[in-house]
């Protein structure tokens, strides 16, 4: 009989689990792209809750990887979130890894189906190619450990975008299952799943159009973005800027000037003490001009004497 306890104990348990949970019933996202390149987004999020809840977490992914390896980050101004009636309601954010973590707080989310409102703006969500501009998203994100029932999604691009093409993938993270139905009509397209997303499956688009229709970033603003998604990069460059500064201000060695003759020491200084100052030496040399000075001054008298040797012979001028 032993082997049925497990049995039972599982049994036991699949109520209490049944009691505490929440599915996903429906998905909708507006995506638009805006005229200066920002992409404004709008979930629509319906629950239906078993057991009491204060509310869902929305994890999105923010940080990538290009294919040379560098980071990129995307930047997302959260706008808020309401309820379906259009009540407002309390969010916190945190990062968690490579992901942006909301916390929408549901009031009274206990046996209920409850929507929420998500509104967002990611400032550099589009990616420019040579040939053509892209947005590539992912509508739903591929975190939910809940099923999503259903999954649709509009995507509205600029009026003046011209030659619109779109593909969409579904699955688990790096699917290239392509379930979704995509409808497209001039620059509006909609995507539609015709099944439900499981566990950590998500939906993802790919819009592309033709150059033009948005203002691509300049060279220094893709500067600054890189340097924000890669600042570990930045430390050399900023160090040697750094000391680049410090060697302007204090390192530098003096600019010289043109050198000018002159015949006599500086103003208020000897003859000893500049000479002394020049080669940090008091030299005979130094006293010979000293004495001279003095000479010259009138401080001293200087004579010729001469003396004569071997009875006049040889004279000696001292």
Same mark, same amino acid.
């Given at each position: 009989?032993?082997?049925?306890?497990?049995?039972?104990?599982v049994?036991?348990?699949?109520?209490?689990?049944a009691?505490?949970?929440y599915v996903?019933?429906?998905?909708?996202?507006?995506?638009?792209?805006?005229?200066?390149?920002?992409v404004?987004?709008r979930?629509?999020?319906?629950?239906?809750?078993?057991?009491?809840?204060?509310?869902i977490y929305?994890?999105?992914?923010?940080?990538?990887?290009?294919?040379?390896?560098f980071?990129?980050?995307?930047?997302?101004?959260l706008?808020g979130?309401?309820?379906?009636?259009g009540?407002e309601?309390?969010?916190?954010?945190?990062?968690?890894?490579?992901?942006?973590k909301?916390?929408?707080?549901?009031?009274?989310?206990?046996? %209920?189906?409850?929507t *929420?409102v &998500?509104?967002y703006?990611?400032?550099?969500g589009? !990616?420019?190619?040579? #040939?053509h501009?892209? =947005?590539?998203w992912?509508?739903?994100?591929?975190?939910?450990?809940?099923?999503?029932?259903?999954?649709t999604?509009?995507?509205?691009?600029?009026?003046?975008?011209?030659?619109?093409r779109?593909?969409?993938?579904?699955g688990v993270?790096?699917?290239?299952?392509?379930?979704?139905r995509?409808?497209?009509?001039?620059?509006?397209?909609r995507?539609s799943m015709?099944?439900?997303?499981e566990?950590h499956?998500?939906l993802?688009?790919?819009?592309?159009?033709?150059k033009?229709?948005?203002?691509?970033p300049?060279?220094?603003?893709?500067?600054?973005?890189?340097a924000?998604?890669?600042?570990?990069? %930045?430390?050399?460059a *900023?160090? &040697?800027?750094g000391m680049?500064?410090?060697?302007? !201000?204090v390192?530098? #060695?003096?600019?010289? =000037?043109?050198?000018?003759?002159?015949y006599e020491?500086?103003?208020?200084?000897?003859?000893?003490?500049?000479?002394?100052l020049?080669?940090?030496?008091?030299?005979?040399?130094?006293?010979?001009?000293?004495?001279?000075?003095?000479?010259?001054?009138?401080?001293?008298?200087?004579?010729?004497?001469?003396?004569?040797?071997l009875?006049?012979?040889?004279r000696r001028?001292?």
């Amino acid at each position: 009989m032993r082997p049925a306890l497990p049995l039972v104990l599982v049994l036991a348990g699949a109520p209490a689990a049944a009691q505490h949970s929440y599915v996903i019933r429906h998905f909708d996202a507006t995506i638009r792209v805006t005229e200066d390149g920002g992409v404004d987004v709008r979930e629509s999020i319906t629950a239906r809750f078993t057991g009491a809840w204060n509310g869902i977490y929305r994890t999105l992914p923010v940080d990538y990887r290009s294919p040379q390896g560098f980071s990129w980050t995307l930047r997302v101004d959260l706008l808020g979130a309401t309820d379906a009636d259009g009540h407002e309601l309390r969010i916190e954010s945190s990062r968690e890894g490579h992901y942006l973590k909301i916390k929408i707080w549901v009031p009274g989310a206990e046996d %209920t189906t409850r929507t *929420v409102v &998500l509104h967002y703006l990611a400032r550099n969500g589009l !990616r420019f190619f040579p #040939d053509h501009d892209e =947005l590539y998203w992912n509508v739903t994100g591929d975190e939910w450990d809940k099923p999503i029932e259903a999954a649709t999604a509009l995507i509205e691009l600029p009026a003046r975008a011209t030659g619109v093409r779109t593909i969409a993938f579904n699955g688990v993270y790096g699917s290239t299952a392509r379930d979704a139905r995509v409808d497209q009509a001039g620059t509006t397209v909609r995507l539609s799943m015709p099944r439900r997303l499981e566990f950590h499956e998500g939906l993802t688009a790919v819009v592309g159009w033709d150059k033009g229709a948005v203002p691509e970033p300049t060279k220094p603003e893709r500067a600054i973005d890189f340097a924000e998604s890669n600042w570990p990069l %930045t430390i050399p460059a *900023v160090v &040697l800027l750094g000391m680049l500064l410090l060697w302007s !201000r204090v390192g530098r #060695d003096p600019r010289r =000037l043109p050198l000018v003759v002159r015949y006599e020491p500086p103003e208020g200084l000897t003859p000893a003490e500049t000479g002394t100052l020049m080669d940090n030496t008091a030299d005979l040399r130094d006293i010979t001009a000293t004495v001279a000075d003095l000479a010259v001054r009138g401080h001293l008298k200087i004579e010729e004497r001469p003396e004569r040797h071997l009875v006049g012979l040889l004279r000696r001028t001292e």
